[in-house]
């Protein structure tokens, strides 16, 4: 009768994942599990850059909690976490507290704005439904305002993105297929919109094969993206982007600036006196973090070492997931009373970023390049894929990208 209590905190692709895994591996009699999330609903963070530019409505992205889990296995809490108490076993929630046995953290990221001035107060960051539906409502906003003014401002058509890495990309991709509508929408003429891609490293998407970042560039230059590559973001006001390039200052008038060049776990899991290492949180091959056993760390809250290149794995969604799966068959072993837990190592399967307009690149099966159509296609793959694990045919039928033509 003695069953032990766990605790998810978080329902996005780490938290949403064990407990979907966990309810099938253990029953109701093994555990009493409990699975806390802010919102009612899931969200699938890799679209929120289409909620953000209006291409994709973000009903789409979201899917209630309770239609992907099974109530009678899981209790689900709808409620803000506030603090993590490690040594004490407790969370704490903005009304309550809950106590644990065994802890799954899978909390998520938020913006890493390294302490750039005017950032944290005036840029946008694409970090959840609330955020994503904000940025798209502002930019509708400036285009309806535009027409409105006597003297017609500038920097209501400037669209500024700060980095040009995956999400920045992705985001940009999305804005090249949004402002053509917007322009019709609003009678706004093209030619005065500018999209720019600000980004500090000496390429775009760093760390992608050389060609692959070119086919990228190019696809987007050809929609009006303008690039701004090796250039520093110095500061962020209401109404512009300084930035040095080349030793220059140079000035963007603008007041939508979109920041998606640096992401960190969220800030929770430090305060909890977790070790950490940028803002996440290095976990043994087992997903614990040094120090406790009863507590397994999910997703971009949880650094995971790269053993080949001696570099942590990019946060992403593939290895959220996989890292959740891990999870729950530890934790079954745990409940069952086996002591020897699996070491965890990644399988990546690849990486694809769109690049809007039905365009999209990335690598599969190792070192495979794609571009265009098939790329795309291979993106709602993946995304239909996880679909599917969460919740079957129905939520694919119901939540997936089915049109491979758009
Ligand atoms: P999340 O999926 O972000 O979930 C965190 C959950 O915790 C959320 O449900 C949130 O509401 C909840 N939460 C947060 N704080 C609290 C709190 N205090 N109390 C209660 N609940 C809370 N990765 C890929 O692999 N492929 C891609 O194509 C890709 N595209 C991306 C595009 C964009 C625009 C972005 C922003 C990211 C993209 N990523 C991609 C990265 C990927 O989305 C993340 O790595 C992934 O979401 C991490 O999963 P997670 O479970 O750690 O966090």
């Known amino acids: 009768l003695n069953r032990p209590n766990i605790v998810i905190l978080g329902a996005g692709y780490g938290g949403i994942m064990t407990a979907s895994k966990l309810q099938k591996k253990l029953s109701a009699d093994d555990a009493n599990i ?15 850059h289409e909620n953000a530019a209006g291409t994709l409505h973000h009903d789409r992205t979201r899917m209630e909690v309770n239609s992907v889990i ?21 969370v704490s929630l903005e009304n309550g507290e809950l106590s644990y046995d065994y802890l799954v953290i899978g909390l998520g990221f938020e913006a890493a704005t390294f302490g750039i001035q005017g950032l944290l107060e005036n840029a946008f960051t694409i970090n959840d439904i609330n955020s994503a539906r904000l940025i798209r409502q502002h930019i509708e906003y400036n285009f309806a305002k535009y027409n409105n003014e006597k003297d017609k401002k500038q920097e209501r058509l400037n669209l500024v993105v ?36 600000v980004e500090a490293a000496p390429t775009a998407l760093p760390g992608f094969d050389p060609e692959l970042v070119e086919y990228a560039m190019n696809s987007l230059e050809a929609r009006g993206v303008e690039f701004k590559i ?17 030793e220059e200052i140079e000035e963007v008038p603008t007041n939508t600036v979109v920041w998606a060049a640096g992401v960190r776990g969220n800030k929770l899991v430090e305060d909890a006196g977790f070790e950490s290492n940028r803002g996440r949180t290095p976990v043994r ?40 799966e891990h999870t729950a068959e530890n934790m ?57 694990k969460l919740g079957g045919v129905g939520l694919v039928l119901k939540k997936g990208k089915l049109n491979f033509f758009k």
């Open 34 to 48: 409990t699975l806390v999330n802010k919102h009612s609903y899931h969200y699938q963070t890799t679209w929120l």
């Open 285 to 324: 091959e087992d997903l614990r973090p040094n120090g406790y056993d009863d507590v397994f760390i999910v997703g971009d809250c949880a650094l995971v070492m790269n053993e080949e290149t001696e570099r942590p794995y990019p946060p992403t969604a593939q290895i959220a997931i996989q890292e959740a």
């Open 162 to 197: 700060g980095g040009a890495g995956f999400t920045g990309i992705e985001f940009v991709g999305e804005l090249a297929n949004r402002v053509p509508e917007l322009c019709k929408e609003y009678d706004v003429p093209r030619e005065n919109v500018r999209i720019i891609n």
């Open 230 to 246: 090796g250039a520093m973001i110095k500061e962020v006001t209401a109404d512009k982007l300084v930035y040095e390039q080349d």
């Open 70 to 90: 099974d109530t009678n296995k899981i209790n689900f809490v709808q409620e803000a976490v506030t603090g993590i108490d490690p040594e004490n076993k407790k």
């Open 332 to 388: 079954k072993r745990i409940v069952q009373g086996n002591d020897h837990l699996e070491p965890f190592t990644p399988n990546i399967q690849g990486t694809v970023a769109s690049l809007g307009n039905n365009d999209a690149m990335g690598v599969i099966f190792d070192d495979k390049k794609i571009y265009g159509w098939s790329a795309t296609a291979m993106k709602k793959i993946i995304d239909n894929r996880y679909l599917l």
